[in-house]
């Protein structure tokens, strides 16, 4: 028998799919990071958990549909700038505040979260 993974100890999918849902609630309704994302999040939530799935180390569902993720370089058609990526990452603090799973297993995911937003940061931040 195989140890569980972070995947299945946050709660597997019904929890993921809870957890994306009120994320992009946020994300949606926040000033800096709509005008970038599509009005219809519908398939951007469905890869979202299928990425977050196979992050967290449950079935690799976004690369048996996707390929590999390369999520820097999927990035790049979207200006990403320091206070998006903080906007991101405070999206997904309210997200995961709002989701009922294990404490410390929330907080491995958003520190994971939190390098790998900083990743994506491919415009320096634009001077007001
Ligand atoms: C796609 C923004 C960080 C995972 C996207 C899209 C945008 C975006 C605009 C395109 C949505 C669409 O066309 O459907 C951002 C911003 C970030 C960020 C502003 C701030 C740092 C992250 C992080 C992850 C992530 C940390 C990893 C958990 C994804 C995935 C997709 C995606 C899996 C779908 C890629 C695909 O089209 O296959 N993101 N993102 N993003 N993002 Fe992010």
């Given at each position: 028998t195989k140890q569980p993974s972070p995947y299945d100890m946050i709660g597997g999918e019904n929890v993921v799919k809870d957890l994306v849902e009120k994320f992009y609630q946020r994300v949606s309704s926040h000033p800096e990071l709509s005008p970038i994302f599509?009005?219809?999040l519908t398939e951007t939530r469905r890869k979202q958990v299928q990425f977050m799935t196979q992050f967290l180390g449950g079935p690799s569902l976004y690369t048996e549909e996707h390929g590999h993720p390369r999520l820097r370089a999927r990035h790049l058609?979207?200006?990403?700038?320091p206070s998006r990526a903080q906007a991101w990452l405070e999206c997904m603090q309210l997200a995961l505040s709002e989701t009922e799973a294990d404490e410390h297993e929330k907080r491995m995911l958003f520190e994971r979260l939190k390098h790998t937003a900083q990743h994506m940061i491919n415009t320096p931040q634009d001077r007001e």
């Open positions: 599509p009005e219809d058609p979207f200006q990403i700038t």
